[in-house]
C-alpha cells in the first residue's frame, strides 16, 4: 500500500519557493543572463512574463538587519559619506555595491535596475546612484502620488506609457521578447496570488487569529517577489487552507492566550524584531491587522486596472484612502489597540504618521501607541522605551476590557 | 537713478520682513498664493491675479508643528507648517504644495489638516520621467491646477493671460541670472547676503516689479569698473543658502559667491518656459527641461556635471555645498556628486544648516578651515 505523502506546511513551502526563487537569479547570472535588481512595488508582471531574473535590495536590506547585519553595513555606508539621516536599506545596499560581499546575505549583482517610486521617492535617488556607480541602466516607471482615492486616466496613461517602454527596453537589455499571452497568463496567477495572499491574511479576522501576526513579515517575501508564479499562487492557497482550518477549530499558532489583538502600524524592525514580538506576545498581545496584505496584493481584470492597481499601494495612496484601510481592517479584525512605528528610516510613511494616529484613535476610540525604531538599522531603537509603551497599552486595553465586560454583565 | 545702496537695501527690506509684504499686498485687494518648492506652476496664479507667495521656510523655533512631524524632517517643511499652525499665513488664500519629495508628501496632508480650513491645499503632483510620457501627463495636471486656482482667485483666466505671466516669468529668470553673473563679477560691490536678498525678495514681490527693481541694479553693476578680487570665489549649491549668520561668515572671510546651484535661487531661473501656442504645453515641456536639483529625476546625475561646468566657468576655487539638514534627496546626491567634483580637482566643503540654528560657531570654523586650505 503506497503512503501518502506528508503535506509540507505551507510557510515551509513558501520558504522554500523564496528560497528557489533567490537561487535562481544566480543560477540566471552564473549562464550568462542579464539580471537586475528591482524595487519591490515594480510591476512583477513584466520580468515573470519575459523570464528575467531579477533581485530585490529592499528584501536583502531587512534581511541583513534581521540577521544581524544591520549596524556594519550602515556604518560601511555612512564611511562612504552617506548621511545616517537615509533610509537602512538603501545604506545597507550602497555598502554591499561597494562590498560586493555581505556575510548575512548575498544578491547578484546586476546589469540593470526597475526602479519605481509608488513606495518612495527616495528608491529614485537610491537607484540613480547605483546606476551611476555601476554604469547600468535605470529603468523607471513614475508613479505620481494620489491626492484623490482613485487613480484617474490621464495617471494610467502615464504609467502604461512607462510600463510599455520599459519592456521595450529590457527587450534591448536582455534579448529576451515579451509574450503577450504569457504576460495575460502571469497576470491571471497573480490575481490568484494575491487573492490566496488577501484570503491568507483575512484570517486575522477570527478570534483568536489562527497565526501570530508577526509572521505576515516572513510570509510576505513571496508575495512580493514571486506572486507571479503557480507556485506561489498554490502556496498561498495552502496557507489560507491551513488557517481557515486552524480557525474553524478554534486554534492558533500564536504562543499562549490571545488577550488582546491590535494593529501593527509600518514597517517591522527587523533589526529587532524578536524584541518587538516578545513585548507583545507575553502580554498575550497579537498582531491582527497590518498594511502587508494588501499592500503585496494587486487586483485588476486589465492592462489599465494593472496600471491603476499599482498606484494603489499603501505608500502611494491618498491619505484619506490610506485611514479607510486601517480602520476597515481594525474593525473587521476586532483589534483593542494600535501599535504606530516610528519609522527613523522612512520619511515616506512617518511623515502622516501622527496625523494618522490621530484620526484613528479618534474614529475608533481605540488606545494607540508609537515608538521609535527603524526597519534595519539596529540604532534607532530603544527597546525600554518599546516596552514601556506596550506596557501602558496594555494596561488600557486591560481596563477597557473589564469596563466592557463590566457594562455586558449589568 | 538710485544708488546702489539704496536699490540693494530695497530689496533686503522685502527680504527680510516678508510677513510685511504678504499684508501690504492682501491690503492691496489682490489675493497671495503660497508657493512650496519646488517648481510649483507660479505663472498660473500670476495669470490669475494672484501674488505667487514663495514659502521655504523660516529661521524660527518649532512647536506645534511638532504634532505633525517627527523631528528627522527637514526645517524647510517644518518651519513652514509652523507658520502655518500659528496662524501667520492666514492671509493666503491658498497654498500650492507640490509633492517633489517624501517630505512634502507628508507636509501637504499635514498642512490640509492642521492648517487646510484656512489656507487650502493645491497639490502639484507632476511626473518625473521625463523620458517617457512626463509631458502629456504634466499638461493634463497643469490643466487640473489652473482649474483650483481659477476657483481660488474667483475668476477664469485666458490663455492670453497665462501667456503673458509666463513672458514676465521669463523676463525675471533672465534678470535674475543676469544679477547672479554680475553679483559674481563685483563681490566687492555685492556681498553674499547682498546678493542673497536680492534673489529672495523675488519671491514676495510681484515678479514684474521685482525685475524692473533688479534690472536696475544689473544697469549700475554692468556699468561698474572691473576689480580685481583678492578673496575666494565659491559656487554653492544646495537647496537654501539665505541663512544670515552663514552669509556673514563668508563675507567675513572675504569670500564672493560667484555663482549657484541653489535650489532657491538661479536653479529654477536657468529653464525658461518656451513660447508655445498653447501656453500650458510650453509650462510643460519646460518641466521636462529642468536640470540641476536633486529633486529631479537625474539618472546620469546631471547636476554633478553642472556643478562641475559652473565652477570650472567662474574660474571658482571651490564649491560650498549648503547641505540641509534632513533633506534626503540631498543627502543621496551628494556622494556621487562629490565623487565628480573630486575627480575634476575641485575642493569641496559640506556645512550643514538647519533654519532652527542659532549657533553657527561649528560652520564658522569649517568655513575658515577650508578658505585657509584654498589660499
Known amino acids: ?410 | 537713478m538710485p544708488e546702489l545702496k539704496e536699490l540693494l537695501s530695497r530689496c533686503a527690506a522685502v527680504a527680510d520682513d516678508p510677513a510685511a509684504q504678504l499684508k501690504t499686498v492682501v491690503a492691496q485687494g489682490r489675493r497671495a498664493i503660497g508657493v512650496l518648492p519646488y517648481f510649483c506652476p507660479e505663472e498660473l496664479a500670476y495669470a490669475a491675479g494672484m501674488l505667487p507667495f514663495g514659502l521655504w521656510g523660516a529661521q524660527t523655533q518649532i512647536s506645534q508643528a511638532k504634532r505633525y512631524f517627527p523631528a528627522f524632517y527637514c526645517s524647510l517643511a517644518q518651519t513652514t507648517l509652523e507658520m502655518g499652525l500659528r496662524g501667520e499665513l492666514d492671509a493666503l488664500s491658498g497654498i500650492m504644495i507640490p509633492i517633489s519629495c517624501d517630505t512634502l508628501k507628508g507636509m501637504a496632508v499635514n498642512w490640509k489638516y492642521g492648517v487646510g480650513e484656512k489656507v487650502p491645499v493645491v497639490n502639484v503632483c507632476f511626473g518625473l520621467n521625463r523620458r517617457v510620457g512626463a509631458e502629456a501627463y504634466n499638461l493634463a495636471q497643469l490643466r487640473r491646477i489652473l482649474r483650483q486656482l481659477e476657483g481660488l482667485a474667483g475668476r477664469n483666466v485666458a490663455p492670453e493671460e497665462i501667456a503673458a505671466a509666463i513672458a514676465v516669468y521669463n523676463e525675471n529668470r533672465a534678470v535674475c541670472l543676469r544679477f547672479a553673473a554680475l553679483a559674481g563679477a563685483h563681490p566687492e560691490l555685492v556681498t553674499p547676503a547682498a546678493r542673497s536678498a536680492v534673489l529672495k525678495a523675488g519671491y514676495f514681490m510681484d515678479r514684474a516689479e521685482h525685475s524692473a527693481l533688479v534690472g536696475q541694479i544689473n544697469d549700475l553693476l554692468a556699468l561698474a569698473p572691473e576689480q580685481p578680487w583678492k578673496g575666494l570665489r565659491l559656487v554653492t549649491t544646495g537647496i537654501l543658502a539665505d541663512m544670515p549668520e552663514l552669509l556673514k561668515i563668508l563675507e567675513d572671510n572675504r569670500i564672493a559667491v560667484v555663482a549657484d546651484q541653489v535650489a532657491h535661487e538661479s536653479v529654477s531661473n536657468r529653464t525658461p518656459t518656451p513660447v508655445t501656442d498653447d501656453p500650458l504645453l510650453g509650462m510643460a515641456q519646460r518641466l521636462d527641461r529642468l536640470e540641476g536639483c536633486s529633486v529631479l529625476f537625474d539618472p546620469g546625475k546631471q547636476r554633478g556635471r553642472e556643478l562641475v561646468r559652473l565652477a570650472q566657468d567662474a574660474h571658482a576655487d571651490g564649491v560650498l555645498w549648503v547641505m540641509a539638514k534632513f533633506c534626503d534627496p540631498e543627502e543621496y546626491d551628494f556622494v556621487p556628486v562629490r565623487r565628480m567634483l573630486d575627480k575634476a580637482g575641485i575642493p569641496v566643503l559640506s556645512v550643514e544648516v538647519d533654519q532652527q540654528m542659532v549657533n553657527f560657531e561649528q560652520a564658522r570654523s569649517a568655513v575658515e578651515t577650508f578658505a585657509d586650505i584654498l589660499r
Not at chain 1, 518587538?276 to 486596472?305: H, V, W
Request: some cysteine; charged content about 30%; proline content about 3%.
Open chain 1, 1 to 410: 500500500m503506497s503512503e501518502t505523502p506528508e503535506k509540507i506546511p505551507a510557510k515551509l513551502l513558501l520558504r522554500q519557493l523564496q528560497e528557489r526563487i533567490e537561487q535562481d537569479v544566480w543560477d540566471a547570472k552564473k549562464r550568462g543572463e542579464k539580471i537586475g535588481w528591482c524595487a519591490s512595488n515594480f510591476p512583477q508582471e513584466i520580468t515573470t512574463a519575459m523570464d528575467i531574473k531579477v533581485a530585490f535590495p529592499e528584501n536583502m536590506g531587512a534581511a541583513v538587519g534581521a540577521k544581524g547585519g544591520g549596524q556594519r553595513m550602515c556604518e560601511h555606508a555612512e564611511d562612504m559619506g552617506y548621511s545616517n539621516d537615509l533610509c537602512s536599506y538603501s545604506r545597507i545596499n550602497f555598502a554591499y555595491a561597494d562590498l560586493k560581499t555581505c556575510e548575512e546575505l548575498e544578491i547578484p549583482m546586476p546589469d540593470f535596475l526597475l526602479c519605481c517610486n509608488n513606495i518612495c521617492n527616495c528608491m529614485i535617488k537610491w537607484y540613480e546612484n547605483l546606476a551611476l556607480e555601476l554604469d547600468i541602466p535605470l529603468l523607471l516607471i513614475d508613479i505620481p502620488h494620489l491626492d484623490e482615492k482613485e487613480c484617474d486616466a490621464d495617471r494610467v496613461a502615464y504609467i502604461r506609457a512607462q510600463f510599455d517602454d520599459c519592456i521595450r527596453q529590457l527587450e534591448e537589455i536582455t534579448g529576451k521578447k515579451m509574450d503577450y499571452d504569457r504576460l495575460r497568463s502571469v497576470m491571471e496567477v497573480s490575481q490568484r496570488s494575491s487573492k490566496a495572499w488577501l484570503r491568507a491574511i483575512d484570517c486575522m479576522k477570527y478570534t483568536p487569529s489562527p497565526f501570530s501576526g508577526f509572521d505576515v513579515f516572513n510570509n510576505m517575501a513571496v508575495a512580493c517577489i514571486g506572486r507571479g508564479t503557480a507556485e506561489a499562487a498554490e502556496a498561498f492557497e495552502a496557507l489560507a487552507d491551513e488557517y481557515e482550518a486552524l480557525a474553524r477549530e478554534g486554534k492558533s499558532s500564536f504562543k499562549g492566550e490571545e488577550k488582546y489583538r491590535v494593529l501593527f502600524e509600518g514597517i517591522a524592525c527587523f533589526a529587532h524584531l524578536r524584541e518587538t514580538y516578545k513585548a507583545l506576545q507575553q502580554r498575550g498581545i497579537n498582531l491582527t491587522a497590518t498594511i502587508y496584505g494588501p499592500a503585496f496584493s494587486f487586483l485588476y481584470s486589465n492592462l489599465d486596472e494593472l496600471m491603476a492597481a499599482y498606484a494603489l499601494v499603501p505608500n502611494c495612496n491618498s491619505f484619506e484612502r490610506d485611514l479607510e484601510l486601517r480602520l476597515h481592517d481594525a474593525v473587521k479584525n476586532k483589534v483593542d489597540g494600535a501599535v504606530f512605528h516610528v519609522n527613523r528610516s522612512c520619511k515616506n510613511w512617518s511623515g502622516n504618521l501622527y496625523e494618522l494616529e490621530r484620526q484613528f484613535r479618534e474614529r475608533t476610540g481605540l488606545p494607540t501607541i508609537t515608538f521609535d525604531g527603524d526597519q534595519s538599522d539596529p540604532r534607532c531603537f530603544s527597546a525600554a522605551q518599546y516596552d514601556t509603551r506596550v506596557e501602558a497599552l496594555a494596561e488600557i486595553m486591560a481596563a477597557n476590557k473589564s469596563a466592557k465586560e463590566a457594562g455586558e454583565h449589568a
